[in-house]
T-cell receptor
Framework: QKEVEQDPGPLSVPEGAIVSLNCTYSNSAFQYFMWYRQYSRKGPELLMYTYSSGNKEDGRFTAQVDKSSKYISLFIRDSQPSDSATYLCAMTPMNYGGSQGNLIFGKGTKLSVKP | DVKVTQSSRYLVKRTGEKVFLECVQDMDHENMFWYRQDPGLGLRLIYFSYDVKMKEKGDIPEGYSVSREKKERFSLILESASTNQTSMYLC???????????FGQGTRLTVV
């Protein structure tokens, strides 16, 4: 079983839809969770960063972590064509840093928002 | 804002050439990383460094080496480029306690 599983999509939605992107993981030591957005031919940019279980909201974006189910989600409300990108989840255990520093990434979900 | 700058956006090299990819970050981050990204395979860690002159192998170090002589600069070296090293290469940096990694814009390397 891979450490982080993410549906690669592609996912196509109409403008204004609510989008739900998800990752599951197997390592219960993961404590920090991140979502990155990557536009075509660009580097990933950090979108959301959460620690442990719960929700975090930033504008139209909400990150949700359910540690009991080992499941994280990113919700995008009122989706826009400019949200069309690949979204990668990433996570790391609490002792991240120094020689143990290593983020584990999902493979990314490609999202297309149609006008 | 954190800035991670990769020296080239696009590179075309010949098989057997020695290739240098340079990365500079301006936020005094301790950790620096080199990934490659391929369709269907996602991001794969090649090497990372948690301090000057320190390096550790990632998941796919074969055919690569790295150098970190200064804190802000992390170089990836392809000793003898091969066609299977054609890929998007991404550099990233992070501060030890704050775990987010910040990425450069990527270098699209084609080996012919």
């Amino acid at each position: 079983q891979k450490e982080v599983e993410q549906d690669p999509g592609p996912l196509s939605v109409p403008e204004g839809a609510i989008v739900s992107l998800n990752c599951t993981y197997s390592n219960s030591a993961f404590q920090y969770f991140m979502w990155y957005r990557q536009y075509s031919r660009k580097g990933p940019e950090l979108l959301m960063y959460t620690y442990s279980s719960g929700n975090k909201e930033d504008g139209r974006f909400t990150a949700q972590v359910d540690k009991s189910s080992k499941y994280i989600s990113l919700f995008i409300r009122d989706s826009q064509p400019s949200d069309s990108a690949t979204y990668l989840c990433a996570m790391t255990p609490m002792n991240y840093g120094g020689s143990q520093g290593n983020l584990i990434f999902g493979k990314g979900t490609k999202l297309s928002v149609k006008p | 804002d954190v800035k991670v700058t990769q020296s080239s956006r696009y590179l075309v090299k010949r098989t057997g050439e020695k290739v240098f990819l340079e990365c500079v970050q301006d936020m005094d981050h301790e950790n620096m990383f080199w990934y490659r990204q391929d369709p269907g395979l996602g991001l794969r860690l090649i090497y990372f460094s948690y301090d000057v002159k320190m390096k550790e192998k990632g998941d796919i170090p074969e055919g690569y080496s790295v150098s970190r002589e200064k804190k802000e600069r992390f170089s990836l070296i392809l000793e003898s480029a091969s066609t299977n090293q054609t890929s998007m290469y991404l550099c990233a940096s992070s501060f030890g306690i704050s775990t987010e990694a910040f990425f450069g814009q990527g270098t699209r390397l084609t080996v012919v």
